[in-house]
Structures are given as C-alpha cells and as structure tokens.
C-alpha cells in the first residue's frame, strides 16, 4: 500500500482498505470465486493519492510468476481524523470497484457478495505505508487528475507485461 499524499491522513483510510481486502480473502465466497481465475493469487498493490476523483481506479494488471498483480490508484479521502470504521463504505467501494476491473481483465464470473466486514478496533494496528511523490519527470500528476500506468509502475516497480 502507498500512497502520493505527503501527510498521514491517508492512514485511517489505507487501514479501512487493508481490512477489506483481509475480509474478502477470509470469505469463501470470494475464495470460490478467484479459485475459477486459474491463478494462485492476486497480489494488490493500491495507492491512494490526494484530491483526484476517480470514476474508477486507475489499473494496471499484470500476471507475474503464476499469479494476477493488480496494482490500483484511488483517492484519498480528505484529511481529518476519521477512524477507519468510518471510511469503510469508501473503503468497499474503492476495493469492490478494483475487483470488477480485474474481473473484466482477467474473464471472470460477477462478483460475490460482500460479506459481513468484522469490526475493527478503534485503535487499529498501523502498518508500513509507501510514501512517494509522482515521478516528476512524468509531470507529475496529469491533468486528467490521475497517474498514468507508467506512473503506477514506476510505484511498484512492475516489469511483466500488463494484461491486455
């Protein structure tokens, strides 16, 4: 996880994401679902950047040493000291929409139902957040108002060919 915004506000929101991601890799719904992809695992890589509205996260998707890596931008949401809890709508939105973009990439079936996301403790564990300014010889952030795919691996240091 990373993100392009130089504060910690993001914090509270990468930890919402986090724990959707964890819920849905504990569904076995969802289990099911990826099983039918032929593929081991999908290795998420999310970056949410600051003041961009995306009307879906930008993706690049890769399959790298038999497994799917999905590497996605997302907004962060603006500052302030919401809790994680809070962000989750935002948080299943985000990661939901990440999964429908793999879906159609990669030929799968519609996605499962969101399980039940288990609570989380108002004082979450925080965890390593890659913290990295746009490559400034790309301009930076586009003015579409999102990084590119170059920009995305450039993040992640991707170097398979992405899935077309």
Known sequence: MGTTVDDRSPQA??????HVVLALDDDPAWRRWWQRSGTAECELGIVAEGHVD??????DIRRV??????NFTCAAPEAGGRRPAELFPLAVHEVTGMFEVIREAIGL???PPMPHLPDLPDQAREFAVT????PAEAGAVEPQGYLTLIQIEEFFGDEAPPIR
């Open 13 to 18: 929101y990468m930890v919402a994401l986090q």
């Open 109 to 111: 079936g519609a996605l």
């Open 131 to 134: 913290r990295k300014a746009p």
């Open 54 to 59: 995306h009307l879906r996260p930008s993706a």
């Open 65 to 70: 040493a038999g497994k799917v890596r999905a």
